[in-house]
């Protein structure tokens, strides 16, 4: 295994690929392959671009591909994929448009999809940017199909959180109400050449005001991701929330929030590995029986079954 | 508490309120409250109602209140929303729309929703769906918000699965693709006075054969939910399936499926809990700053908790 993280350390793509992959399959070299890499982590600028489907995710990140390599950077793609079955495939004919930069040795694109396991999902999301970032990726992006609850999760993973809007949605003040406003680092208004923009720009700003933030003030950019209008201006804001991290308590404290939830979630998913291991050695016909009769209850079982688990409870 | 659990059991509405939001609200008292809710449990017809956002489940949800209520039946309405920022309030208004029934004693509506913890939703919705069928419902519908998998867990807690599909969303068969084929028991086509519906019974029809079933043939039905159309035929084949179940192995393994899963959500949320605890005692700055250090790796840190936390690993 250290040969390959050796290799996948010194930029070969190929191993990159492979122990993403073993960490992704929750293989049971992930713990090994992660504490090789994590003393080399800490040098890439984590993106991660959320916003409505159909907002234009993929063909921004695609334009910001190629403005970031513009800037001398080597980039890494994360296109998360939680297989939402009302989603499913749609996105991927924008995903394919994205392949073109494949071919580029500078450029590292993955996909990544777990169906059901959403902290699975966040975990191995957060794992295969730590490992870009060891491999010596200046930038990731972390894209996301968003929509819903978990996929906010997933971007709560990047340094800079980028929120993509477009006019005539309809639910852009929706977006505002629902606590995304409190996690994006810079808005994106895109479709800046269709009617209504300025009113989606307007809003954003409004609401802007009315939250509270701390010594970064999200800017509100438009662009036209297909024509790559605005995206100098968007790379440069992107970068600019990366530099203010580095020097500020704020960036610091993401750092730490980060690691925190990572051991909490390793945590989480090795003790419910143990939790299951234990429950179907417990899981008895009689004890189902029983609990179909009615002679006992769910709660009076995981009451028993805890205090085998645990020293003390 | 057995107080008020005796007269929620009794079908006094404002008790199972209050019963319902301390299990939401995991109060304390909710392990004595399930414990004594569980052994009048079993004999209600729980009814997932799922789909596409604009589908129209909540327009059909509220006519189908009515078609049971015709049927001399006790009606629960749980309502699952997962604060999803992208979808946000848009619903709210269908919802509004079967507050309606509310005035009716023989119908209780109630709105669920936890913000980012989608088991703990899964297992609110479960117990509350358990507390309607002790305290007398004869059908409790859940109805979800409908988008992703989050969603379809939750729908998996019905003994029968609705799933509604429309003309012109372009995406049905992104749905059919995506696994939820398998766990719906009926599909309803509604806005069947679109064009292009009989396209979309069509393609369910063709997807259905080939898809493995049981014992149960799910029937394609069509609606127009607006104008109360097709409601008869649809709440004919919910109990048709409801009886299915009742007299089949099929009912039986699902009722042993979901008493495993809520045992198995239990055990996760309680050993969660003294996870957490375990965590933040040991969280010290000293250990904060040597992960941030890289001096240690989140592996390593959980790997010292996990040892402390149980018996034997």
Redesign the interface.
Known sequence: MQGLVQKALGGHIRSIARIITMVESESPYT?EI??LI??H??NAHIIGITG??GAGKSTLTDKLIDNFKQQGKNVGVIAVD?????????ILADRIRMQRHSVDPNVYIRSMGT??S?GGLAKSTYEAAMILDACGKDVIFIETV?????E??IVKIADSVCLILVPGMG?DI??M????MEIADVFVVNKADRDGFERVVAEVRIMLDLVKHGNWTPPVLTTVAEKAKGLPELTQSLMDHGKFLSESREG?DK??KR??I???E???R???R???RT?KEN?TPEL?DS??A?KT???????K??EM???N?
Do not use: H
């Open positions: 713990e992660m504490k994590y003393p982590t800490g409505s489907p939680p297989s939402s079955p009302f989603t499913g495939g749609a169906r059901g959403l968003g929509v819903g609850q978990s906010i999760d639910d929706q977006i109400k629902a606590g995304i610091l750092k730490l690691i925190t990572e051991v909490e390793i945590l989480q090795e003790i419910a143990f939790t299951e429950w899981c189902l609990l179909l009615k209850d769910p709660y009076t079982v995981a009451g079954i805890l688990v645990f020293v409870n």
